[in-house]
């Protein structure tokens, strides 16, 4: 597609959350942050500093919804959003392009491939011209229908995701170069049935660490345009879930025979990732983490991880702590984020700081791990400021710190922290609803360890009960033949 005399038209849609099917927690229309017109425009920063490939484009907002990871997205809630795309798509005009902002893990109640069906409602209504070019999460899954409904697709190379904003830019400005120089691009697609989590998959480490730096040597070839691995996402049940790879070009033999390779690459790595930081039992953690001369000492509960879809309120790791004279009935300042229960929030509230409050907590969305765990501790610490949290409060018993929010929170930041006085630097242990480290924690952190438990996004795959992915899948099927790894070109 060529277009003269006039400016391209591109329009920006999308509705982005990575949701696990083993949480029972449910996604409604208030755990997403809806956008559209100015605001839309100004989440990317390209669009503010205008490069010179923007040049010429005029970048029409439609409507963009993101939440926080959580459990799976309600068929109301899915209705309402997608609906509104597809109207606002059918009433724009003159779309030569459109990009197309997803994570790629949305779970919806009653479906199994919600982004494919999405894309192909928005192929239907866009017509077969207009180049639709989508990015998308690393942790996201790839299947037949949305490779086809799409004419570009790519995703992160990094985990943790530093290069997110990079990746969505690539997206929107290789759209603008084939909608300039014309010709649909062809898409070497292929899935690997391999389904690992993040936190072993990380980037940072190898095998990933050298598998991801063969996407960029992939790009670089003449005859390819962009090159993607996605990990899959490990905690929805779906047959979609599975690591895939798509290169995208003109040289249909290149880009058959790179796709083939990173494929295999991956495959023939399958064994030896490991995860970011080494494991064990929560009391294994712990007592390891009192004994260490090395502070902060930092300890993922890696089960109940908010930000891969957790309902965030497990009280599993709670009751253990409670139940662990090392941790309340000693000198050592241990500080727990987070525990999200508005009741819990608001008792403490009410009492006031200073006061002491009885409260049962969390347990209340997932309580198969462990029900509400009872707590009488002293409100050392309210924020009622907080744009995420909504409401956060500090409990404190004995030496132990315990956040709770009144609305799912992340604590990734030290800035999170300190809204509540609490300061994790001077802190001998640390202990975050997250799987890897973020950036900032991971430079804080003087120790670390990755603590093995339960909730909705289990690190543990083979006992959560996955029934309707594709098998032989690896790592639950160990000794599957080998996969004849064949590309499709879409």
Same mark, same amino acid.
């Given at each position: 597609?060529?277009?003269?005399?006039?400016?391209?038209?591109?329009?920006?849609?999308?509705?982005?959350?990575?949701?696990?099917?083993?949480?029972?927690?449910?996604?409604?229309?208030?755990?997403? $942050?809806?956008?559209?017109?100015?605001?839309?425009?100004?989440?990317?920063?390209?669009?503010?500093?205008?490069?010179?490939?923007?040049?010429?484009?005029?970048?029409?907002? /439609?409507?963009?919804?993101?939440?926080?990871?959580?459990?799976?997205?309600?068929?109301?809630?899915?209705?309402?959003?997608?609906?509104?795309?597809?109207?606002?798509?059918?009433? #724009?005009?003159?779309?030569?392009?459109?990009?197309?902002?997803?994570?790629?893990?949305?779970?919806? @109640?009653?479906?199994?491939?919600?982004?494919?069906?999405?894309?192909?409602?928005?192929?239907?209504?866009?017509?077969?011209?207009?180049?639709?070019?989508? *990015?998308?999460?690393?942790?996201?899954?790839?299947?037949?229908?949305?490779?086809?409904?799409? =004419?570009?697709?790519?995703?992160?190379?990094?985990?943790?995701? %530093?290069?997110?904003?990079?990746?969505?830019?690539?997206?929107?400005?290789?759209?603008? &170069?084939?909608?300039?120089?014309?010709?649909?691009?062809?898409?070497?697609?292929?899935? @690997?049935?391999?389904?690992?989590?993040?936190?072993?998959?990380?980037?940072?480490?190898?095998?990933?660490? *050298?598998?991801?730096?063969?996407?960029?040597?992939?790009?670089?070839? !003449?005859?390819?345009?962009?090159?993607?691995?996605?990990?899959?996402?490990?905690?929805?049940?779906?047959?979609?879930?599975?690591?895939?790879?798509?290169?995208?070009?003109?040289?249909? =033999?290149?880009? %058959?025979?790179?796709?083939?390779?990173?494929?295999?690459?991956?495959?023939?790595?399958?064994?030896?990732?490991?995860?970011?930081?080494? %494991?064990?039992?929560?009391?294994?953690?712990?007592?390891?983490?009192?004994?260490?001369?090395?502070?902060?000492?930092?300890?993922? !509960?890696?089960?109940?991880?908010?930000?891969?879809?957790?309902?965030?309120?497990?009280?599993?790791?709670?009751?253990?702590?409670?139940?662990?004279?090392?941790?309340?009935?000693?000198?050592? %300042?241990?500080?727990?984020?987070?525990?999200?229960?508005?009741?819990?929030?608001?008792?403490?509230?009410?009492?006031?700081? +200073?006061?002491?409050?009885?409260?049962?907590? +969390?347990?209340? @969305?997932?309580?198969?791990?462990?029900?509400? @765990?009872?707590?009488?501790?002293?409100?050392?610490?309210? !924020?009622?400021?907080?744009?995420? #949290?909504?409401?956060?409060?500090?409990?404190?018993?004995?030496?132990?710190?315990?956040?709770?929010? &009144?609305?799912?929170?992340?604590?990734?930041?030290?800035? =999170?922290?300190?809204?509540? +006085?609490?300061?994790?630097?001077?802190?001998?242990?640390?202990?975050?609803?997250?799987?890897?480290?973020?950036?900032?924690?991971?430079?804080? &952190?003087?120790?670390? /360890?990755? &603590?093995?438990?339960? +909730?909705?996004?289990?690190?543990?795959?083979?006992?959560?009960? $996955?029934?309707?992915?594709?098998?032989?899948?690896?790592?639950?099927?160990?000794?599957?033949?080998?996969? #004849?790894?064949?590309?499709?070109?879409?």
């Amino acid at each position: 597609m060529t277009t003269t005399g006039r400016k391209l038209r591109v329009g920006i849609t999308g509705i982005a959350i990575e949701s696990s099917t083993f949480s029972p927690h449910r996604s409604t229309v208030d755990d997403f $942050h809806v956008t559209r017109g100015d605001e839309l425009l100004a989440r990317y920063d390209f669009l503010r500093e205008l490069p010179e490939w923007t040049d010429g484009v005029e970048w029409v907002p /439609l409507v963009h919804a993101r939440s926080l990871p959580g459990g799976a997205v309600t068929e109301e809630a899915y209705a309402e959003l997608s609906g509104e795309i597809l109207e606002r798509l059918r009433a #724009a005009e003159g779309l030569d392009g459109l990009f197309f902002d997803i994570h790629g893990a949305m779970s919806v @109640v009653g479906r199994t491939d919600a982004e494919g069906e999405l894309a192909a409602q928005v192929r239907a209504i866009v017509g077969p011209d207009v180049l639709v070019s989508a *990015s998308m999460d690393l942790h996201g899954n790839v299947s037949r229908e949305l490779a086809t409904a799409l =004419d570009l697709i790519t995703c992160y190379r990094k985990a943790p995701h %530093t290069d997110a904003w990079d990746t969505r830019e690539r997206a929107a400005r290789n759209l603008v &170069a084939r909608l300039r120089s014309g010709g649909k691009p062809k898409k070497a697609w292929l899935q @690997v049935p391999v389904l690992l989590p993040g936190e072993k998959t990380s980037t940072r480490l190898e095998p990933a660490k *050298s598998v991801y730096a063969a996407v960029d040597e992939v790009e670089a070839l !003449d005859g390819v345009l962009d090159a993607a691995i996605w990990v899959g996402y490990a905690w929805a049940d779906e047959p979609r879930c599975q690591a895939a790879v798509v290169v995208t070009g003109d040289d249909e =033999d290149v880009i %058959t025979a790179e796709a083939t390779r990173l494929a295999q690459s991956y495959w023939d790595a399958r064994r030896d990732f490991a995860f970011v930081a080494p %494991t064990g039992t929560l009391p294994e953690c712990l007592e390891q983490a009192v004994k260490s001369a090395e502070r902060p000492f930092f300890i993922s !509960d890696s089960g109940d991880n908010p930000t891969a879809g957790g309902a965030g309120d497990t009280s599993w790791t709670l009751d253990v702590l409670l139940r662990t004279p090392a941790i309340v009935d000693s000198e050592l %300042t241990t500080l727990y984020a987070a525990i999200v229960d508005p009741a819990a929030v608001a008792a403490a509230v009410e009492a006031g700081l +200073g006061a002491t409050v009885t409260v049962e907590l +969390g347990g209340k @969305v997932d309580a198969a791990p462990h029900g509400p @765990v009872p707590m009488t501790a002293r409100v050392v610490a309210i !924020d009622d400021t907080d744009p995420v #949290a909504g409401t956060a409060v500090a409990l404190a018993v004995g030496g132990l710190r315990v956040i709770v929010t &009144a609305r799912r929170k992340p604590y990734h930041l030290e800035s =999170d922290f300190l809204a509540l +006085g609490l300061r994790p630097r001077e802190a001998e242990v640390v202990i975050v609803k997250i799987g890897y480290l973020e950036p900032e924690l991971y430079e804080m &952190a003087a120790d670390w /360890l990755l &603590a093995l438990t339960p +909730g909705g996004v289990d690190q543990d795959l083979l006992r959560l009960g $996955h029934v309707a992915i594709e098998r032989p899948m690896f790592p639950f099927d160990e000794a599957m033949a080998a996969p #004849a790894l064949r590309p499709e070109l879409l």
